[in-house]
């Protein structure tokens, strides 16, 4: 089957430092990658589209100064979170749709960043 | 904007007990709908995905049905077990969204031995 894979799966870090997230689909092309952010007890919300090669589209509410998503390649999508603040501290979960079947998306394990 | 609703928040049953999960959502665009598992501090597990032109999908002990219509979908769980403790997530998928999920808030169930 599909796997997605995501890593760091746990990352601890100062405030003002940053970090960056890798999602990757290991046995798929993906086109496009979303990502998500969840914080305790809530739902997952969407934080961006990343479309390979091309600028990330993100959702109202979201600063991408602050989330820098790259996706340079049909496996590979980044998220750096520049500057971190405890606020920034969430469960952070990639997707990836596979490029011959759009209608197949797979989601990577997670990323629980916490920032000090 | 497309909202996914689920009720109830939390759930507790006894083990054996069938129960039925509740999702509606307010855009009948929805092109499918997806149920997920999820255990404290993990990522999502794929339950079922119905497809927009399906009206339900059964694996094992798991149905959903979908009624763009009405703007709901239901989970109905047969026989529950304590293994079946998790959080129960809903999702619809928008076209015009790139068909990123909208995710409902969840059903916390627990399924006492």
């Known amino acids: 089957g599909a796997v997605v894979s995501q890593h760091p799966s746990r990352v601890i870090c100062k405030s003002g430092t940053s970090v960056k997230i890798e999602c990757r689909s290991l046995?798929?092309?993906?086109?496009?990658m979303f990502w998500y952010r969840q914080f305790p007890k809530q739902s997952l919300m969407l934080m961006a589209t990343?479309?390979?090669?091309?600028?990330?589209?993100?959702e109202q509410g979201v600063e991408k100064d602050k989330f820098l998503i790259n996706h340079a390649s049909l496996t590979l999508s980044t998220l750096t979170v520049t500057s971190a603040h405890p606020e920034d501290s969430s469960f952070y979960i990639c997707s990836a749709r596979r490029t011959l079947s759009p209608y197949e998306q797979y989601f990577g394990p997670g990323t629980r960043l916490t920032v000090t | 904007k497309q909202e996914v609703t689920q009720i109830p928040a939390a759930l507790s049953v006894p083990e054996g007990e069938n129960l039925v999960l509740n999702c509606s959502f307010t855009?009948?665009?929805?092109?499918?709908l997806q149920w997920f598992r999820q255990d404290p501090g993990k990522g999502l597990t794929s339950l079922l995905l119905i497809q927009s032109s399906q009206r339900e999908q059964t694996s094992g002990r798991l149905n959903a049905s979908l009624d763009k219509s009405s703007g709901r979908s239901t989970l109905y769980i047969a026989a529950s077990q304590p293994g079946d403790s998790a959080t129960y997530l809903c999702?619809?998928?928008?076209?015009?969204?790139?068909?990123?999920?909208?995710f409902g808030k969840g059903t916390s169930l627990l399924v006492t031995p």
């Open positions: 046995d798929f092309q993906a086109t496009t």
């Open positions: 990343s479309n390979e090669g091309s600028k990330a589209t993100y």
């Open positions: 855009d009948s665009a929805i092109y499918n």
């Open positions: 999702a619809g998928w928008y076209s015009n969204s790139g068909y990123a999920l909208n």
